[in-house]
């Protein structure tokens, strides 16, 4: 006879036990995960209701409410800058925090910085950040899986 596993309550399934305010406790296993295989998924971050404030930002951003220079605001498929961005098959903004300095220190921000503790130790900061929005069933909206820095 084998055991049924035991049902998993909401609060863990959607990462909600996990959730500490600043912190996001990351589980052993996820951790031997990450050291296999170099990335983990980590579920429940953040709530729907604790990105509102990402979300809104995202929105003002790409919107225009918020005032973004020069090449900062762009097309990531082509550099085109400066024109109507509903062309753009990619919308790239560089270093959204200078422009929002409200974004600086958010409870994301917080609990990456507790994630990258756990998965990587001590030291971990901030060194850019960026905002990217792919239009809907555009053939060069491409953004392949990569990795922009070795470490």
């Given at each position: 006879m084998t055991k049924a596993k035991?049902?998993?309550?909401?609060?863990?399934?959607d990462g909600s036990a996990r959730r500490l305010g600043?912190?996001?406790i990351v589980s052993a296993d996820e951790l031997a995960r990450f050291k296999r295989d170099g990335y983990v998924h980590l579920r429940g971050v953040m709530s729907e209701s604790e990105m509102k404030v990402i979300d809104d930002a995202y929105d003002a951003f790409l919107d225009r409410r918020i005032s973004v220079e020069g090449r900062d605001f762009n097309d990531m498929t082509t550099g085109e800058f400066g024109t109507d961005p509903?062309?753009?098959a990619i919308v790239n903004v560089m270093l959204p925090r200078k422009y929002l300095p409200s974004l600086q220190g958010n409870l994301f921000e917080r609990r990456a910085a507790s994630i990258a503790k756990q998965l990587c130790g001590d030291g971990m900061v901030i060194d850019f950040d960026q905002l990217l929005a792919k239009q809907p069933f555009r053939n060069d909206a491409v953004f392949a899986w990569h990795q922009d820095q070795a470490y």
């Open positions: 035991p049902a998993q309550s909401a609060a863990s399934s600043d912190e996001y509903a062309n753009y």
